[in-house]
């Protein structure tokens, strides 16, 4: 693949999340890996402004307090979320896992992974954000914009288990800005690159993507 692309990519992206990213959100304030896993559980199937309310309440609890938090309590701060009885058990059972983990632990994909309802794409984005390992937190909006720029096509049913579609995302991560990459490609897909009608005729990275090259050429046979 086009290394000179690749590297135009990462800038353009990054250049977004600088002018565009949604620098406010509460769980973007933070580094500490068991407040990033709070949210990434509150934000399953949920807003960002409905997960703000109730992080804002939960973040306030270590994984030590929150394992010993009675299960109602904690259904009753997710209620607001709804599926609040299958995210309190699983916080909970997350808290009783984390809440004596060393730093070295939470650093490892090995550990977060061992804990229920952690794949790949949580374990990534908590180690990039905590401790700024450069791994890919390849979800939907990421696969949806490798696919439209690179002309991606995964072998498989199911692109998040593609191993060569991870690897292939693994390398589009910048080393020394892997927070600003992973933050920039999920607010870019949220806002201009989205699922129904992309924002083409606005977006940055028309001169590098594919898909809106083959538009161009597809409407100047047209036209
Ligand atoms: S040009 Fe369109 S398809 Fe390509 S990245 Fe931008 S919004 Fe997405």
Not at 169 to 192: H, I, K, M, S
Request: proline share 3%; hydrophobic share 40%.
């Amino acid at each position: 693949m086009n290394e000179k692309k690749k590297r135009l990519f990462q800038k353009k992206i990054t250049a977004y999340w600088h002018t565009d990213g949604r620098h406010h959100l509460a769980w973007r304030q933070t580094s500490d890996p068991w407040k990033l896993l709070v949210a990434e559980v509150l934000l399953r199937k949920t807003t960002s402004a409905q997960a703000e309310v109730v992080f804002e309440e939960l973040s306030k609890f270590t994984a030590g307090d929150t394992a010993k938090m009675p299960i109602h309590e904690l259904e009753r701060m997710l209620h607001p979320l709804g599926m609040s009885k299958v995210k309190a058990e699983q916080l909970k059972e997350m808290a009783v896992k984390v809440k004596d983990a060393d730093l070295d632990q939470m650093e490892s994909d090995e550990f977060l992974r061992s804990i229920r309802g952690v794949g790949r794409y949580i374990s990534n984005s908590v180690r990039c954000i905590a401790f700024g390992i450069p791994a890919p937190a390849l979800d939907t909006n990421m696969i949806r914009i490798i696919e439209r720029v690179f002309g991606w096509r995964s072998e498989r049913a199911r692109a998040r288990e593609d191993k060569k579609l991870w690897q292939f995302a693994a390398t589009l991560v910048p080393e020394n800005a892997c927070r600003q990459y992973n933050w920039g490609v999920l607010d870019f897909g949220a806002a201009v690159c989205t699922f129904r009608n992309p924002k083409c005729g606005i977006c940055s990275l028309q001169e590098i993507c594919d898909y809106y090259q083959k538009l161009a050429v597809q409407s100047s046979e047209q036209g």
